[in-house]
């Protein structure tokens, strides 16, 4: 049988993955035998994936991170969770997010038998003071969200870690959709500015590296630890990843796409997102819609066309916010000229 062609994103607004980096996708292809679960057989994937983990490092604010490459932002967020639950010294733990938070942390919960306590939040960001409400002595993880996945806007990571610190739990930030845009903006969101133990940064993301390539940092091997399993046949002892068997090609493409991109290609692509960004968002504007002031580069719009439907007929992916509003992924394969046909196409309703 003849393989279908693969999505191509000629008219993709709504992924939070793009087309790999050309050399993360050669490198892909290249280490795509390999396991970096085995390291004691497949030794060259294993110092790589050491690189990735110092590369992230750099981009997030820490000197001496411990981590690893993940399948992706779930697999990071199971295991932060995990890591709180592990180390906290309770029968009956809760961990306390935002209601922007990704649907991923309800997955960690029902996991993990751990209670999942969401605060409204305030203009799309986390409210401090109703996610104090909810934490209590058996808190174990409070999670802010730096890029959520409907707005694209940025939690209080400081204040936060402050809440979560008051009751000895651990600070968890999500930054897998923004980790890699946030370095080039004015934000408070990593290891350098506030005390935040875990964080997950996906390179198949705004990292430009090919699936499967997600990020697990932690503040020090201590917090690694709580992961670790022994792994009698193996010739490694111990092994903290929720995955067995995994994807080289998502490490090597990770570590070509950083070496490839940070900090100036990174910078680059920021600039021309938020700019795309800016420029939908006054283009919406101009036309009457109530649109939600862009902060990264992801546009929230209140459209009143019956959008998806026809949108999608005419090839356009695009998807909805919880709350209704039509919502724009300005990833790196998001041109100008792309936007610009969207909302030509928009014109005709
Ligand atoms: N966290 C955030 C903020 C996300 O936006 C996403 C996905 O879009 C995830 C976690 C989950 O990542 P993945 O789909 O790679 O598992």
Redesign the pocket.
Known sequence: MQLAEPQDFERVLSS??TEPHPAAREAAERFLATNPGDPGTYESVSALEERAVELLGEVTGHSDPEGYV????????IQAVRIARNRADTDDPNVVAPTS????FTKAADLLGVEYRTAPTTDHRADPEAMARLVDEDTVCVVA?????EYGYVDPVPELADLAHEVDALCHV?????GFVLPFTDHEWHFGHADVDTM?I?P??MGQAA??A?GLLVRSRELLDELAIRTPYLESTSQVTLTGTRSGAGVASAVAAMEALWPEGYREQYRASMDNAEWLADQLAARGHEVVDPDLPLVAADLSVPMTEELRSRGWRVTKTGAGEMRVVCMPHVTRSMLRSFVADLDWY
């Open positions: 939070m993955c993940a399948s992706g932002g779930t697999e990071a967020n938070a990704h649907f991923s969200v730096a890029g959520s996945t999500d930054a897998a959709w923004g997950t996906d198949h993301k699936i499967p997600g």
